[in-house]
């Protein structure tokens, strides 16, 4: 059985995708920081459905105890699907912007990618197969105003994203992106209302977790293996 780390694995999307990765037949590490009961609660649906997961908690922007965690999950054998859903948002505009939003926003949705993605990448390449599955964001497609710092994480993920598929394609390791626009969940319902999203979004309504996890469900399977490199837009026609 493959596993499969979902970091920030129990919010809205995490959950979705956790959920979808075991139903396809993978062994789940759900990932938290703040929330391990959310974690454990993702944990439990998933095992009374017949699935198979277990719980990781540690911090992805301190280093040494992110990896000390990812060797002891490596200790069962590769992680051979990663998804790095992990991220926050601290939106200001730029002129008003303490530097410690502008850093905080960073370490989490960039410097995380790089401190939970490298210790698993040697014995994920020793397999010749991997997925790795990074959630990024419209904002860094088309930036946001008061979201300099969130776009310019993501717009970072996305320069990371084809350089490492690059240097993994012939591993048999894809490496894509996932730019979501608004979907739906506890951290876009108190931001956009259904009259602002109809006129936002060409499809007048907002994306579900569930789609999200359809599409990373995608790029985990074999029929992904010749997709790779890509920033892959899920937000209603936005363009």
Known sequence: MKRALVTGGSGDIGRA??????????????????????AAEVVDIIQAAGGSAEMAIFDATDA?????????????????????????????????????????????????????????LLPMMATRWGRIINISSLAGVTGNRGQTNYAAAKAGLHGATKALALELASRGITVNAVAPGIIAGSATETVFDAATIKTLVPMRRAGTPDEVADLVGFLASEQAAYLTGQIIGLNGGVI
Do not use: K, Y
Request: charged share 20%.
């Open 64 to 120: 040494d105890r992110t990896g000390r965690a990812l060797d002891r999950l490596l200790e069962a054998g590769p992680i051979q699907v990663l998804v790095n859903n992990a991220g926050i948002h601290d939106d200001a505009p730029m002129a008003g912007m303490a530097s410690t939003q502008w850093r905080r926003v960073i370490e989490v949705c960039l410097n995380g990618f790089f401190n939970v993605t490298q210790p698993l």
């Open 17 to 38: 995708i956790g959920q979808r990765l075991a139903r396809d037949g993978l062994h789940l590490i759900v990932h938290a920081h703040q929330h391990p009961e959310r």
